[in-house]
């Protein structure tokens, strides 16, 4: 393929590298947990004990939206938790817990992009995801000196599952969606040309969204993001050059962004709120992933 000129390579790769980071760093929990770790999708692992609101998740698993939406189901307590659903570039899609959706027990629909179906009888509420790939992280308020403790919680935690909607329904599966050919994760990818052709593969679970159109479109200019085949051997040495200065003045830019960073609710919320600042999100991603905006629990 002809590739812009050079000086367009290196401006969109800058700017591309920014918006992917949060792509990458995802991924790299998702490979560790679901892909790596054996785990899979569709699979709650809880910790032994709670952290609380500040702490690293008690809960998580990933879900794969690609065939069908799955549904979470929540206990009704009064114990304070939440259960944070977010797209895989980061961004929240919405939060089921005591902060949001109170402490009444109820199942929720988690959805794909486009999914036009009807929302079955007895779900409380939708969430709609703008990537097929979501992972759920959870975080249950500890409560001291509760006789019993681990046993308590061991009982609190049974009271929550994710299962298809076509389980919940009680209907035949539909056909799955395709195994994907997992990229290994490296950490020198995040520093090379590499990163674009594991941004080239995650984005075909992210459709585009208005917002991301302009770049999107640049991206596929250099081969990322079109058929999930970028391949950094193909580029000639000037495109490749230009791909690495392009990454070494991201770097730089996230770097004087993290030395400048605001307060923690500029960086982590809804594609609504950071939607417009892709190098917010990334600071985030650096300094905190999956770290909760306040709302979401209080």
Not at 57 to 85: I, K
Not at 128 to 133: K, N, Q, V
Not at 186 to 214: I, K, Q, Y
Not at 269 to 293: I, K
Request: aromatic share 10%; hydrophobic share 40%.
């Amino acid at each position: 393929m002809a590739f812009p000129p050079v000086e367009e390579i290196r401006r969109t790769a800058a700017e591309g590298w920014i918006w992917g980071y949060a792509l990458l760093e995802n991924y790299h929990v998702l490979y560790r947990q679901a892909v790596e770790g054996g785990v899979g999708f569709g699979v709650f692992h809880h910790e032994t004990a709670p952290s609380g609101p500040d702490g690293p998740p008690s809960a998580w698993a990933w879900l794969d939206l690609r065939a069908e939406p799955w549904v979470l189901t929540v206990p009704a307590t009064e114990r304070g938790y939440v259960v944070a659903v977010h797209d895989l570039d980061t961004s929240y899609v919405g939060f089921v817990g005591s902060g949001s959706t109170g402490g009444e027990g109820g199942h929720h629909l988690i959805t794909g992009p486009g999914w036009q179906g009807r929302v079955p009888d007895g779900v409380t509420g939708v969430l709609r995801a703008d990537t097929t790939l979501v992972g759920l992280t959870g975080r249950t308020q500890p409560v001291g000196g509760e006789d019993g403790a681990e046993a308590v919680y061991t009982a609190f935690r049974r009271g929550f599952r994710i299962r298809p909607l076509s389980d919940y329904l009680g209907r035949g599966t539909p056909e799955p969606a395709p195994e994907p050919a997992w990229p290994i994760w490296r950490e020198e990818a995040m520093d090379t040309v590499e990163f674009f052709a594991v941004l080239d593969f995650l984005l075909g679970f992210c459709p585009v969204l208005p917002l991301e159109a302009v770049l999107r479109e640049r991206l596929a200019a250099l081969g990322v993001g079109t058929e999930g085949e970028f391949e950094p051997g193909d580029l000639t040495a000037g495109a490749e050059q230009a791909f690495e200065h392009g990454i070494a003045d991201a770097h730089q830019r996230l770097a004087a962004a993290k030395s400048a960073r605001g307060p923690d609710s500029l960086l982590f919320g809804t594609r609504a709120e950071l939607a417009e600042n892709p190098l917010a999100r990334a600071v985030g991603a650096s300094v905190g992933l999956h770290t909760l905006p306040s709302y979401a629990w209080f």
